[in-house]
């Protein structure tokens, strides 16, 4: 199996279903403008398409998973821009573009930030989905996103610079941070698809351990790679000292542990005996090579 061509397949679908988007919006915002130019940005599209693959698993047709794989992408630009901004991360380049406080201001980028969750809640609310399954996505978003989630792992990830964490305290940081939008990811696909639990759990677990794969990753990557490769600052771990799976265990362990997270991501889709889920492996032990 060609996995580039499949993800490079899906991702030409997403990005086709985005930019008609924003085409249909038709308002003059400078708002609209400023996430447009962050959602439009780039970046490898891995939430949605996860999200498209887990509801092929199950047997549905992709497509249909188009809205809520754009839902999840804007709650992640969000997350980008804010983490972008001065009072955070800090950081100039994103996606090999000036980051959107950059370009557009502090200000705007904020609330280009802030607009984004509402859009997000505005594409699901709009998409042709049942009741009950719209239900459990918002609810499935609240929970993933607040203090469960996503701001709480930004939150513990910037108190946490300078200090010396455990591994067991850095997984949690990439738990909430990171794991949760993958689990969200796995879940809304598959809610799409089924209402079945013993159906949609797996692959939620699945989506937990890659999404820790995928931050190790990512933090590899900081430390081994240029700036031109990541399309962001490379380095900005150890300038801000972050409390990283590399600072903690040195960069072999931190190989090993990707290494372990992936094996464990691809163990739980044993427990779905479908062809299908051969795609969502061969995706796992692609992000992995990145770093072997």
């Known amino acids: 199996m060609d996995i580039s061509a499949v993800i490079a397949e899906r991702k030409k679908v997403f990005d086709d279903f985005l930019h008609s988007y924003l085409d249909s919006l038709g308002i003059d915002s400078g ?53 972008d901004l001065p009072a955070l991360d800090n950081d100039a380049l994103r996606r090999g573009q000036p980051t959107c406080h950059t370009r557009f201001g502090e200000a705007t980028a904020i609330l280009a930030g802030d607009a984004l969750i509402f859009q997000a809640l505005s594409v699901i609310g709009s998409a042709d989905y049942s009741i009950d399954v719209k239900v459990d996505l918002f609810k499935a978003v609240a929970d993933v996103c607040g203090t469960s989630g996503l701001v709480q792992g930004e939150y513990q990830d910037v108190v ?37 639990p013993g159906k949609i759990r797996p692959l939620v677990q699945y989506g937990t351990y890659l999404g820790l794969a995928f931050q190790a990753i990512d933090d590899i990557l900081d430390v081994t790679s240029t700036d031109t490769v990541l399309g962001k600052t490379s380095g900005k771990d150890l300038l801000q000292d972050k409390a990283t799976i590399v600072k903690a265990l040195g960069i072999d362990e931190a190989r090993a542990w990707a290494r372990h997270m992936t094996g ?17 492996e061969e995706l796992a032990r692609s992000m992995v090579q990145r770093v072997m």
């Open 31 to 83: 708002i609209i403008d400023a996430f447009a130019y962050s959602l439009t940005a780039g970046g490898k599209r891995i939430r949605p398409i996860l999200t498209m693959l887990a509801h092929e698993t199950l047997g549905g047709d992709p497509r249909e998973t188009l809205p809520a794989g754009l839902a999840i992408e804007m709650i992640h630009t969000f997350s980008l821009i804010h983490d």
């Open 160 to 196: 946490s610079e300078g200090k010396s964490l455990s591994l067991e305290q850095i997984q949690d940081i990439y738990t909430k941070k990171t794991a949760r939008l993958f689990e969200l990811c796995l879940y809304t696909g598959s809610r799409i698809a089924t209402g079945d």
């Open 264 to 280: 464990s991501a691809i163990e739980c889709l044993g427990q779905i005996g479908d062809k299908h889920s051969t795609v969502l």
